[in-house]
């Protein structure tokens, strides 16, 4: 589990098949064999870690189905990618609960400068738009966002300045696709609704 909110900017070393190496800030020392790590909102699993200065250059291994349903099948050595730990038992929830598991892929409509923040719009998916709702929560690229406003299959969501300049939201630019991970409680509230009916 996740919570949405972003702790180092990654960039992807290699991609080699399914095999892809990242080089991070987060100590080597610190990333257990095995950990949960949050690429772009993606759970991924290190299976290999070793030193790169202060930092660590790990490896995870992406299957065909992730690539299907998210961006990492478009990634090439330079990219950067939102990274995130694993939640620990004690953290701070600062976002919203996040499982790692992206739904889909979410484009990018707009984007509106708003006084030093940035307003966008995002095209979800048909099958998700029932899962979105004004003032809930999504997760794009692993970031944990408020809805301001929906509109059918369409919603906005405001950039604050810190949030454009701890990830790599300051690149986005319309037409261009991100994670989307709708939330865990609508989900579940719907599917509840459904078995009711």
């Not at 030193?51 to 690539?67: C, L, M, Q, R, Y």
């Amino acid at each position: 589990m996740f919570t949405g909110i972003i702790t180092d900017i990654g960039e992807v070393v290699s991609v080699r098949g399914g095999q892809f190496t990242l080089r991070s800030a987060y100590p080597a020392d610190t990333i257990p064999l095995g950990a949960s790590i949050g690429c772009d909102g993606c759970c991924l699993t290190a299976t290999s870690i070793k030193a790169d200065g202060a930092g660590s250059i790990f490896a995870v291994d992406v299957s065909n189905e992730t690539k299907s349903k998210t961006t990492l099948g478009g990634w090439k050595p330079g990219v950067r990618v939102n990274l995130e730990r694993a939640l620990r038992a004690g953290d701070e929830l600062g976002g919203h609960i996040v499982s790692g598991h992206i739904d889909d892929v979410a484009t990018i409509v707009d984007i509106t400068p708003d006084s030093d923040s940035r307003r966008i719009t995002f095209e979800a998916p048909e099958h998700l738009a029932l899962y979105i709702a004004p003032k809930g929560s999504v997760a794009l690229d692993g970031i944990s966002l408020t809805v301001n406003e929906v509109a059918g299959n369409r919603f906005g969501v405001n950039i604050i300045p810190h949030t454009l300049t701890a990830t790599t939201w300051e690149s986005k630019k319309p037409g261009g696709k991100v994670n989307l991970e709708v939330d865990l409680f609508a989900r579940y509230v719907a599917r509840l609704l459904e078995y009711r009916r």
